[in-house]
């Protein structure tokens, strides 16, 4: 799935115009009507569309959109990790992540990202990508720009943005965006590069990342290792009537970082890796960022691993929203955290115990029922203490 690099660079402007009087029908990404400021370049799969940006006769900025099959389950946030991870940090030099926020894109949920980089030449450009999907099919729109232009160039992009459809779509004749008022012939910095951006055209070919080669597992430990800080005390609770509801059936998945031989879970990001108990079956792997487990004593056991703080955020509050907290105690050993436990009652009181390793930014979620508690401490303790860092 690594996008937007390559080695192949485009010497010679190719002309290609599009055509205002309608555009062909489309299966998946359609663009709706462009103005004449938009130059169609030759595109090579997965890039779709490839288009510059033409003002006052030099190249303003450079818009690709990739179509993909997605074959595992994931959200808009996740696939623009991977895509984060994949295509924008190993494709382009000096990637400095900016800004991340949910829209959405031909009606679809939608995650838009910023980011900055440089040239071999010395310029900063930045650019927005935007990843959504639909079925198993993933799709990213990129536009990149110098940096110095881009806000001028904005009602440029959301005006190709908000034209997308999805599915089978005629243009209709004589629409086009709206264009903004043109960059100056003659910045008061470095002129805009011409005839292009520098940037390379052909993708560089790399397996989708379900087909990601995986590292090689960490052994699994032969003896016990260092057991982690003593697990809280649950208190009792008052007897009363159970709270309607329980925990859903969740349908199985195939893996992509999961060693069954070893029982070892491999953090998609590289972080860390998490040994799992002896009696384990995997239910459901949501990649980037989430895999769960059927654990001993009729246990989930959910492993999450959040990539930025307002992240980490998120998914804690998710995971003890109406819970009730009893409080923490450290993990000991060479890895710094807590565990926190929580109760819930539904059909039956529940317990939640949340690890949460600060250096790997890691979380280990299990969630059992209460009168398990006691029993099934030994084989928690010793899941937490084989959390290691990769």
């Known amino acids: 799935m690594k996008r937007f690099g ?14 205002v009087t309608g555009l062909p029908a489309h299966a998946g990404l359609n663009l709706g009507g462009l103005s004449d400021e938009w130059v169609e370049q030759p595109a090579e799969a997965p890039i779709k569309y490839f288009y510059y940006l033409m003002k ?12 993909e099959k997605v074959a595992i389950k994931i959200n808009p946030q996740g696939y623009l990790k991977l895509v984060q ?3 924008l940090k190993t494709g382009f030099a000096n990637y400095a992540p900016g800004e991340t926020t949910e829209t959405a894109v031909a009606g679809e949920k939608a995650a838009r990202h910023d980011f900055t980089f440089t040239l071999d030449s010395g310029a900063k450009l930045k650019g927005r990508v935007y990843c ?9 729109a990129l536009f990149v720009g ?14 190709v943005v908000n034209g997308m459809t999805l599915g089978d779509a005629v243009v209709p004749s004589g629409v086009f965006a709206a264009s903004p008022t043109p960059v100056p012939a003659t910045p008061t910095k470095a002129p805009l590069p011409k005839p292009s951006l520098g940037l390379p055209v052909a993708p560089t070919k790399a397996p989708a990342p379900t087909e990601a080669p995986k590292p090689e597992p960490t052994a699994a430990p032969t003896s016990a290792p260092a057991v982690s800080g003593d697990l809280p005390d649950l208190t009792p609770e008052a007897s009363g009537d159970a709270k309607p509801g329980g925990m859903p059936a969740l349908p199985e998945d195939k893996s992509t970082f999961w060693s069954p031989e070893t029982r070892q879970y491999e953090d998609p990001m590289a972080r860390s890796v998490v040994t799992l108990p002896e009696t384990i ?6 990649l980037p960022d989430e895999v769960i487990f059927k654990g001993p004593d009729a246990s989930e056991i959910r492993l999450l691993f959040p990539v930025t703080e307002k992240d980490l955020a998120n998914r804690l509050d998710e995971q003890t929203k109406e819970w009730k907290n009893h409080g923490s105690s450290p993990i000991s050993g ?3 955290g807590s565990i926190t436990l929580y109760s819930k009652t539904e059909t039956v009181r ?19 029922a209460a009168a398990d508690y006691d029993k099934a401490k030994p084989w928690i303790q010793r899941l937490f203490a084989d959390v290691k860092k990769k």
């Open 6 to 19: 390559g080695v192949a660079f485009l010497g010679v402007l190719c002309a290609v115009l599009l055509c």
């Open 56 to 67: 006052e006769g030099n190249v303003a900025a450079e818009f690709r959109a990739v179509e």
């Open 85 to 87: 991870q994949n295509s």
């Open 132 to 140: 959504f999907l639909k079925g198993q099919e993933g799709y990213t």
């Open 146 to 159: 110098l940096e110095e232009f881009f806000v001028k160039l904005e009602p440029d992009f959301e005006a």
């Open 281 to 286: 079956e995997l239910k459901e792997e949501i």
């Open 334 to 336: 060479e890895l710094a």
């Open 350 to 368: 529940k317990v939640r115990l949340i690890a949460h390793y600060k250096d790997i930014q890691t979380l280990v979620v299990v969630t059992l």
